[in-house]
């Protein structure tokens, strides 16, 4: 018999030489095995001398590997057979024996790993622990350099075995196992999620909510057992070495002290990195999926999971975790579990425990491919339980708040009648329940805007918005956007281009604020005109006749508002020189586009001295009579100004035409079945119609000899290459062009000044991006997670007399000045003043009666008066 101090020499000197101490081995493997035949017959029995024995075979195990070839073999028959008898303090003792030889390679991990899942049956909790660690530790140093898919694939494959143990222990053990594989970003793939989801019909409760948390994310709590170092705790967060670090560590002391110090930088360093790491979410690209998306069958897995729901003997809060997550994989994967929203529709009332997470699992399970029958009833029992006069008003804003969340992912639930009477409650006395109807009210000014009040709607409603019926659901053929990028490659733009151009220019700087009045006294005469002529003459006359009477209607308007003081001694232009030529603001003839303007310009121009100063002023073309200088270099510089001032007309008359063609479209729009809407109709299909044959004319004429052959269509961009990241945020620039464009052209940018413009841009662009916000949350909206807080009304608490008071005094801070002085004079610092060292002067007592008496005789003498001659007699 060999004692421990014995076996510990033994051990070290066979790990130096194995071969010269082999006999001493033999001897020592021998008692083992006769000692392992004894112990078969009795199990139970405590043999401390037994697990030391073993302990001393596993760590020597290397140096003989033929003799041991079967001790692993033998120890674990042993723990498999006798796991429930065994001693517990020998049974750690086997057990560390078979960790020790699998951590050296010594055996394979599918040879001891089942064995140690069953040990998790074993009522101790110690053992667990052990095995805990160690299985973790072992699955994750083995795919620590490269995934071991194969030891993977074997390990979860038996792990629906271990979560489907009737032992609750063995299968919560097991489970846990797999969801601190995923937390440690070891395994992220569906195999694991679904495994992890089989356990959810495990017939134990607790197995059950285990599962739930994991689909919930509120398995963040460390283990049982889990290493120290993972372990997420509340601790100071590492931070990486400094400068001086590194030279204390290279260029300071001893180097026996260096190496110490360089050592302990390495580790810092390490574990700075690791934690950066975790921070930023490191590791495989399957981390960015949630584990609801790897489900395989999700149908299958929510029509199990509520029939369990509905068969009730679960605790409330176990029902409250399924329903969350029930709703959560509904709402993720668009699946139809109908009987679901009548199970949560008993749920739905003020005085149920918990209704916030009741109703957020309602709104987490409603999309757009439920039945508006279906959901219907369940808004009808929200509206009437939550939301009335007669509740308070947190239960109505809970009630609103809950409704805006369910419309926004299923709008056609909604009537028209319960949506006015919900609006309704926008000036509500209690400001928590107007501003949820408002929220409401806005909800639908995105969505549907037709179903609101006109006085709801808000200005710039478009009532061509509203939601796509059940079942219409837009199949995409292309990229989305992929359209705009082909255009602008088409067009030759480049990425510079893909601004909004408003046409400014430097050039206009001076030029606008010069002729700002003079375009507003114009643009409404024009508008006038222009409307005039689109509702009487554009019948007769076709679509593009009536700009010429606005400009004729101008020209006239102009010339006499410019005949009292600027056209004297000008010559009254004829009617053949007003067709031919446009007049100026200033008096004078604008040549016309066939070249006789020129000519008749200068035969009209005179020679006083009224005409040659508004010839200076204005850059006219004709020559004055007073003018001073050369013909030539005049008229060099009156080709400069006229076509100065012919740009800038042209400019603020476009303006003016586009304004008051948005304002004619506002007209007719309003009576679609007028006569002038009718005639504005016929032309526009006239002249589509006059566009479509000259398209097909000039297609016929390149066509020449290839009649009937169609031109060959363009190949889609998408199709011809990988679209590149460069691409993807170009057509994301495009969408908001495009949105900012439309959103241009709803205000009207055609009479705007310049400043104008830039603010309307601003806030088209402001507009735009809300508008891709408002499309990319709804695009995500059935997959974003509804917090049962967001749906409570954030009402204040009511403060006790300390925080009242507390408030009071800090709102009187650098108040002191003006306050009383008698608490002025208890707060000074300075020295005591004559009177208070006199009352305070340490006296005899007779002095101190006699100060007394002459104090008490000056005060009655003071109150006695200056013309006081005795004592009052009556």
């Known amino acids: 018999m060999s004692t421990s101090s014995e076996l510990l020499a033994l051990q070290s000197n066979i790990k130096k030489d194995p071969d010269g101490y082999k006999d001493e081995f033999m001897l020592q493997y021998r008692h083992y095995q006769a000692m392992l035949d004894i112990f078969k017959l009795r199990p139970s029995k405590d043999s401390k001398e037994f697990g030391e024995l073993v302990l001393f075979m596993a760590q020597v195990s290397r140096a003989y590997p033929k003799t041991m070839a079967s001790f692993a073999g033998d120890l674990a028959a042993l723990l498999d057979a006798h796991r429930d008898t065994l001693d517990p303090a020998l049974r750690r003792q086997v057990v560390g024996a078979l960790i020790l030889m699998r951590n050296r390679g010594q055996v394979e991990a599918m040879a001891v790993l089942p064995l140690f899942f069953r040990l998790f049956r074993a009522q101790d909790k110690a053992l667990r622990q052990q095995l805990f660690r160690h299985i973790v530790a072992d699955l994750k140093a083995a795919n620590r350099k490269s995934r ?244 308070r008003p947190e239960v109505m804003t809970v009630g609103l708040k809950a409704v805006r969340e369910l419309v926004l992912r299923c709008p056609l639930v909604m009537s028209a009648d319960l949506l006015g009477d919900l609006a309704q409650y926008k000036k509500f006395r209690d400001k928590q329940v107007s501003v949820a109807a408002r929220a409401l009210i806005g909800a639908f000014r995105d969505i549907n805007p037709e179903m609101l009040a006109k006085k709801d709607r808000g200005r710039g409603a478009d009532l061509a918005l509203r939601p796509r019926e059940y079942g219409d659901v837009g199949v995409a053929t292309r990229v989305s956007g992929a359209e705009l990028l082909q255009q602008a490659l088409a067009e030759g733009r480049t990425a510079s281009d893909d601004e909004v151009d408003l046409g400014l220019s430097d050039s206009e700087d001076g030029d606008e604020d010069e002729d700002s009045e003079e375009e507003d006294g114009e643009e409404g005469e024009e508008g006038e005109d222009e409307l005039e002529s689109l509702s009487g003459d554009e019948g007769e006359s076709g679509s593009g006749d009536w700009e010429d009477v606005s400009e004729e209607g101008e020209e006239e308007e102009e010339a006499a508002k410019a005949g009292k003081g600027k056209a004297k001694g000008k010559a009254k232009p004829s009617p053949q020189a007003k067709g031919k030529g446009k007049r100026g603001a200033g008096g004078e003839e604008e040549p016309s586009s066939s070249g006789e303007g020129e000519d008749e310009d200068e035969e009209g121009a005179s020679g006083s001295g009224s005409g040659s100063e508004l010839g200076s002023e204005d850059e006219g073309a004709g020559p004055s009579g007073s003018g001073s200088g050369s013909e030539d270099d005049e008229e060099d510089d009156d080709d400069v100004g ?33 006569l002038a809407s009718l005639k504005r109709k016929l032309a526009e299909a006239k002249a589509e119609s006059a566009r479509k044959k000259a398209r097909s004319s000039d297609a016929a004429e390149q066509g020449g000899e290839g009649e009937g052959e169609e031109a060959p269509k363009a190949v889609n961009i998408e199709a011809d ?92 801070e650098g108040r002191e000045k003006f306050g009383a002085k008698s608490a002025l004079k208890k707060k000074k610092t300075a020295g005591l003043s004559e009177r208070e060292k006199q009352r305070r002067k340490v006296m005899p007592m007779a002095a101190r009666v006699q100060q007394i008496r002459r104090r008490n005789a000056a005060a009655r003498g003071k109150k006695m008066g200056k013309n006081f001659k005795g004592h009052v007699r009556g």
């Open 148 to 391: 071991n898919e194969r030891l993977n694939r074997s390990v979860q494959n038996f792990m629906y075995t271990v979560v489907s143990d009737d032992n609750e222990a063995a299968a919560k053990r097991g489970l846990a196992v797999l969801t601190e594989m995923w937390r440690r970003h070891v395994w992220r793939d569906a195999r694991t999620v679904n495994v992890i989801a089989s356990a959810a019909f495990h017939k134990s409760p607790r197995v059950l909510l285990a599962v739930m948390k994991f689909f919930l994310g509120q398995d963040r709590e460390p283990e049982e057992g889990s290493d120290v170092e993972d372990d997420e705790g509340e601790g100071p967060k590492p931070t990486a070495p400094t400068k001086d670090d590194y030279y204390s560590a290279y260029h300071k002391g001893t180097r026996s002290s260096k190496k110490k110090k360089q050592h302990k930088l390495k580790r810092a360093l390490a574990t700075a990195k690791k934690a950066q790491r975790k921070a930023d979410g490191g590791g495989s690209g399957a981390e960015s999926f949630a584990a609801i998306h790897l489900l395989h069958d999700p149908q299958t897995f929510a029509e199990k999971l509520f029939s369990r729901l509905a068969g009730g003997g679960e605790r409330f809060e176990t029902r409250l975790s399924v329903m969350a997550v029930l709703s959560r994989v509904i709402g993720v994967h668009k699946l139809l579990v109908l009987n679901f929203y009548p199970y949560l529709q008993k749920y739905i009332a003020p005085h149920q425990r918990e209704v916030n997470q009741v109703l957020a699992a309602l709104v987490q399970a409603t999309h757009d491919l439920i039945p508006a029958d279906a959901l219907a009833p369940v808004l009808r029992q929200l509206v009437d339980q939550f939301v009335h006069d007669k509740a």
């Open 721 to 812: 290459r990988i679209l590149t990241q460069e691409d993807f945020d170009r057509i994301k620039k495009l969408k908001q062009k495009a949105l900012v464009e439309a959103a241009l052209a709803k205000h009207g940018l055609a009479s705007a000044s310049r400043a104008k413009k830039v603010k309307m841009l601003e806030a088209a662009e402001e507009e735009a991006a809300e508008a891709m916000a408002l499309q990319e949350r709804l695009a995500a909206i059935g997959e974003s997670k509804v917090a049962a807080g967001d749906l409570a009304a954030r009402i204040k608490a009511r403060k006790d007399k300390a925080a009242r008071m507390a408030s009071v005094l800090e709102g009187r």
């Open 642 to 674: 006229r076509k100065g001032r012919k740009a800038k007309r042209a400019a603020a008359k476009a303006k003016a035409a586009a304004r008051a063609k948005a304002k004619a479209d506002a007209k007719l729009a309003s009576d679609p079945n007028s």
